[in-house]
């Protein structure tokens, strides 16, 4: 039986937080509407705003590329909640949205501009703890093995959480994956240098898009965190990172299944 568990976070903000200002912009071939694209260009404002203030750089390698992935507003959201993970937005103030269309080209764009005070959430600054990591591919189908390598260091625990961001409650939920026996009988999460996992992929059959886009978060940390299991949603794993005593280093990773 699965049990799902609601935290709620709770974060005391410090008064000289930085204000930061960030522009998202979203064109298309008129496949949206101006609400919805509007509303992927505030997303990726926010996105914007955090890798701004914090110098984190998205990449290919840490994100897909939402215009490949059903849903495109969903997975520009998706990417910020994760990096909700490195810092939180607050007090933040969007303009109007600028909504224009290019008669010659027939491309429309929604420029949206934020304007909020970005709060970072347990930084690593020792640059002695440190890890990287690796993947085999970046797109899946049912049956198809993804291996992960990492590379640490020093020794630290590592530990893995899967985030499957659609379908409703059944999903959207953060299951830790390792060390967790269910999904992999290696348990051993002390990693003194390298670390190599296995895992079999599969298309979630209750879903009807052509693909889905999962995330995997990567946590090392100098002691054991009593981690749950699984978290109902995004913000109880937050929590456990916030009042945490230890020193932590994070990592990304996005891929795609394909039906």
Request: net charge negative; aromatic share 10%.
């Amino acid at each position: 039986m699965r049990i799902f568990i609601l935290l709620i976070l709770l974060i005391s903000y410090p008064a000289n937080a930085e204000i930061v200002k960030a522009v998202g912009t979203h064109k298309h071939l008129g496949s949206y509407s101006q609400i919805e694209s509007c509303g992927i260009a505030l997303e990726k404002a926010k996105k914007m705003a955090i890798m701004k203030s914090l110098g984190e750089t998205v990449t290919s390698e840490i994100f897909s590329n939402c215009s490949e992935v059903d849903g495109e507003y969903n997975c520009e959201r998706n990417q910020f909640s994760l990096l909700s993970l490195k810092g939180d937005i607050v007090d933040m103030v969007p303009s109007k949205p600028e909504y224009s269309y290019d008669s010659t080209s027939g491309i429309s764009m929604c420029k949206q501009s934020i304007e909020g005070k970005v709060i970072p959430i347990k930084q690593n600054t020792d640059p002695n703890f440190q890890f990287d990591v690796q993947m085999n591919e970046k797109t899946f189908r049912t049956g198809d093995i993804m291996e992960i390598e990492i590379n640490t260091s020093t020794d630290m625990y590592i530990s893995i959480f899967q985030w499957l961001p659609y379908g409703g409650k059944k999903f959207n939920k953060i299951t830790k994956i390792f060390p967790n026996e269910d999904f992999n009988k290696n348990t051993n999460n002390l990693v003194s240098s390298n670390l190599v996992l296995k895992y079999e992929t599969y298309f979630p059959e209750e879903i009807n898009n052509k693909m889905v886009d999962e995330y995997l978060v990567f946590v090392a940390s100098e002691q054991e965190i009593p981690w749950l299991n699984e978290y109902a949603k995004i913000d109880g794993l937050k929590k456990q990172l916030v009042k945490s005593k230890v020193l932590i280093e994070k990592h990304y990773m996005s891929y795609v299944i394909v039906k």
